[in-house]
């Protein structure tokens, strides 16, 4: 018996890297050597040109952000706060679907998107505002590669103490 067991497991090891590409579900796979100071993730992504990466992770009982040039260990922005001055929403419908996260640094906010637009494409980006990104004036818009978006923007923020925001 042991020896059919171990044939069958060997039989399956074997067979499993002839599934096609479609079986493989490497969505939780974080891109190489990204998040490995991150024991709590909400957010990762590289620009669009993968010069820079964007972080945010929860570090109880607060939230940082940092940006700068991948893979450098210092930062050119780095910044924690209280998670209450963090927020999230969730929008999906059968045409889009869109998670954003802000980060509030005095009167600066810094909004992450990632989603999927009407036509089904993948998308994610950083608006940067002085005040509200209603009212407030922006001030930069930061593309970023959906391919490398690691994205943990969900309603289980609440138990990390950020709020779910009602402006989508």
Do not use: W
Not at 129 to 140: I, M, N, Q, T, V
Request: aromatic residues 6%; proline residues 7%; charged residues 20%.
């Amino acid at each position: 018996m042991k020896h059919i067991v171990s044939h069958l497991l060997l039989s399956a090891g074997l067979m499993l890297p002839m599934l096609p590409p479609a079986y493989a579900d490497t969505s939780h796979i974080p891109p190489p050597s990204s998040l490995q100071h991150c024991a709590k993730p909400v957010f990762y992504a590289k620009t669009a040109n993968h010069k820079k990466e964007v972080e945010i992770c929860i570090v109880s009982p607060s939230v940082s952000y940092s940006f700068g040039k991948t893979g450098d260990a210092v930062k050119e922005m780095n910044i924690t706060i209280p998670a209450g001055n963090a927020s999230y929403a969730y929008q999906s419908n059968q045409a889009i679907s869109l998670q954003e996260f802000t980060v509030r640094n005095g009167d600066t906010r810094y909004l992450i998107s990632a989603g999927t637009n009407d036509e089904g494409k993948p998308f994610a980006s950083i608006d940067v505002y002085k005040g509200a990104p209603e009212s407030g004036k922006r001030l930069a818009e930061i593309k970023l590669d959906p391919d490398t978006v690691v994205n943990n923007i969900s309603h289980a923020l609440s138990e990390e103490g950020i709020a779910e925001s009602d402006n989508l």
